[in-house]
């Protein structure tokens, strides 16, 4: 597609349920990024992926917390027993990688997570 | 470590008046920087770009911002504010070499009339 596409774009879950939220990025971009943003705070990291490199997982906030991604494809955002505090909009975006740390990243719209 | 500082949670203009927010950056080796805009429940919009090129970069919708080394600033400006500027802009610093972009906490604009 012409941008990053997130899917839900919305979500309430019950506490203590699991929640998948997917990316698909821009088609030729080897890196994707998952970034989250609770309400009235900035952006935070949560994981890299690039090419078929080990990913760094180094803002992944707890072992609740994991991803995938096929390929240089589709990414899964995992949450797994969700706590109230896990409430935020997680962003998803990619790059292309050449080597520039000057690439554009681009970001998806969102998914909104609400844990009631 | 790399970090961003705006200065500012919440900036008001009156339309017509100039914009300045203001960007600060650390970093231990050249930065690429960035500033973002998001608009209401949407992702974020790339407004321009450092990447060590000229030191006045022009973006969007009449927005520019200049990389300052001396000061380690990147403070992002329009001389004539605009109802539709409403959003919240990010900060975004990327060191040479390194693969992911630290954001500061964002700074909102209001407009009024």
């Known amino acids: 597609g012409a941008g990053v596409s997130q899917s839900p774009s919305n979500k309430v879950t019950e506490k203590g349920k699991d929640v998948e939220l997917r990316c698909d990025p821009i088609?030729?971009?080897?890196?994707l990024y998952w970034y989250r943003q609770r309400l009235g705070q900035g952006l935070e990291f949560l994981i890299y992926?690039?090419?078929?490199?080990?990913?760094?997982k180094s803002g992944l906030p707890s072992d609740r917390f994991s991803a995938e991604r096929t390929g240089e494809s589709v990414s899964t955002l995992t949450i797994q027993r969700t706590q109230q505090e896990d409430s935020a909009v997680y962003l998803c975006?990619?790059?292309?990688?050449?080597?520039?740390?000057?690439?554009?990243?681009?970001f998806g719209e969102g998914s909104w997570l609400t844990v009631v | 470590a790399q970090s961003v500082t705006q200065l500012g949670s919440h900036v008001s203009v009156s339309e017509g008046a100039l914009v300045l927010l203001r960007c600060n950056y650390s970093?231990?080796?050249?930065?690429?920087l960035f500033w973002y805009v998001q608009y209401p429940n949407q992702g974020l919009q790339l407004l321009l770009k450092?990447?060590?090129?000229?030191?006045l970069v022009k973006g969007i919708n009449g927005f520019e911002a200049e990389f300052k080394k001396s000061e380690t600033s990147f403070h992002l400006t329009k001389p004539s504010a605009h109802m539709s500027d409403a959003a919240e802009y990010f900060c975004?610093?990327?060191?040479?070499?390194?693969?992911?972009?630290?954001f500061g906490k964002g700074t909102m604009l209001l407009v009024s009339p």
């Open positions: 975006a990619s790059s292309q990688m050449t080597g520039s740390s000057g690439n554009t990243i681009y």
């Open positions: 088609s030729g971009h080897t890196a």
């Open positions: 992926f690039q090419g078929n490199s080990a990913p760094d």
């Open positions: 970093s231990s080796v050249p930065p690429y």
């Open positions: 450092y990447t060590s090129a000229a030191t």
């Open positions: 975004a610093v990327r060191p040479s070499g390194y693969s992911t972009l630290t």
